[in-house]
């Protein structure tokens, strides 16, 4: 076979039209979708970014009582830093620039949530939880422009950071209001 043949076909076989459903031969295609699609979770056809933050949340409970300050952030970088070319690589693949089904961005910007919120009562995980998901799914400002003007793996991992800020802001506001 011809090399230029065999490299169409590969390109091909990793190609997917914008709105065409995912598959798990897509998912297990490449260990950059394995991770950019949270595990799988990014292909639920419903609220994929929701799951991932579920993921996020899920994975942070279970992790917590085994991992100090310095292992999160260290995980915590090294999510983001990972992320930036496997949702690249993920995005790439599907043909669009972020891709819904693309959650790990969610995943790790809501461990920062919760690293610096715990310990904290179910309840206040929740309202973390619910924060975070307006903030990622409204785009207010800044995290709009962040969205807009930012773009490859970096601007896919970016936006959903700044959505953690904005929910560890809020946080630190309704704090501050309600200890007078």
């Not at 076979?1 to 914008?18: E, L």
Request: proline residues 6%; hydrophobic residues 50%; glycine residues 8%.
């Amino acid at each position: 076979m011809h090399p230029k043949t065999s490299t169409n076909i590969n390109h091909q076989a990793h190609s997917k039209k914008p709105g065409q459903r995912l598959t798990v031969r897509f998912l297990f295609s490449h260990p950059a979708h394995m991770l950019s699609l949270g595990l799988g979770s990014g292909l639920s056809p419903i609220m994929p970014g929701t799951l991932g933050t579920l993921l996020g949340w899920l994975s942070f409970v279970a992790l917590h009582r085994y991992l100090t300050l310095e292992h999160w952030l260290a995980l915590i970088c090294l999510g983001f830093l990972v992320g930036i070319p496997a949702c690249a690589y993920t995005a790439k693949a599907l043909n669009m620039s972020d891709p819904s089904a693309v959650n790990w961005d969610e995943t790790v910007a809501f461990w920062l949530v919760l690293l610096f919120i715990m310990p904290a009562s179910f309840g206040m995980q929740l309202a973390a939880f619910l924060i975070f998901r307006f903030f990622d799914m409204v785009k207010p400002p800044p995290i709009r422009y962040f969205d807009q003007h930012v773009k490859g793996g970096f601007g896919i991992m970016l936006d959903d950071i700044i959505a953690a800020l904005c929910t560890l802001l809020t946080f630190a506001i309704w704090a501050r209001l309600t200890s007078f």
